[in-house]
């Protein structure tokens, strides 16, 4: 009887392991730009191991994004950008590194600026 609601959990546990390793099991609740690169607004983007999978139009300093549909997991490795033009003089900016350990608050300082982030379930 035991062996076989295990089984039954582990047949329901498989496809939702297979979503979480796609999307990521933590929300990215909220950002907050404390201190902006730029000189008042910046254009923050997230990227996950790499690859950017969020971001917004503008972020005002002092103000936060309360809802980011962004998703992370234990031990991914988070940098949050600032876009700029690119141009040679003018590049992008990385704001700062942080690897996932779970729900919490998350701290980047690079380039000048300081943003927080926070996961969630
Ligand atoms: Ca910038
Ligand atoms: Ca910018």
């Not at 940098?79 to 900016?93: A, R, V, Y």
Request: include cysteine.
């Amino acid at each position: 009887m035991l062996l076989a609601a295990l089984g039954l959990a582990g047949a329901v546990a498989g496809p939702a392991n297979a979503a979480e390793s796609t999307r990521g099991s933590l929300h990215v609740a909220q950002i907050c730009a404390v201190t902006t690169e730029d000189a008042t607004v910046d254009e923050p983007y997230v990227k996950r191991n790499g690859t950017v999978t969020w971001g917004a139009g503008s972020l005002r300093e002092g103000n936060c994004l309360r809802t980011v549909f962004a998703y992370v997991s234990v031990g991914d490795i988070v940098e949050i950008w600032d876009q700029d033009t690119n141009t040679g003089f003018d590049p992008h900016d990385k704001l700062g590194t942080v690897t996932i350990h779970g729900v919490g608050e998350y701290h980047f300082r690079e380039s000048g600026a300081f943003y927080k982030m926070w996961t969630e379930y």
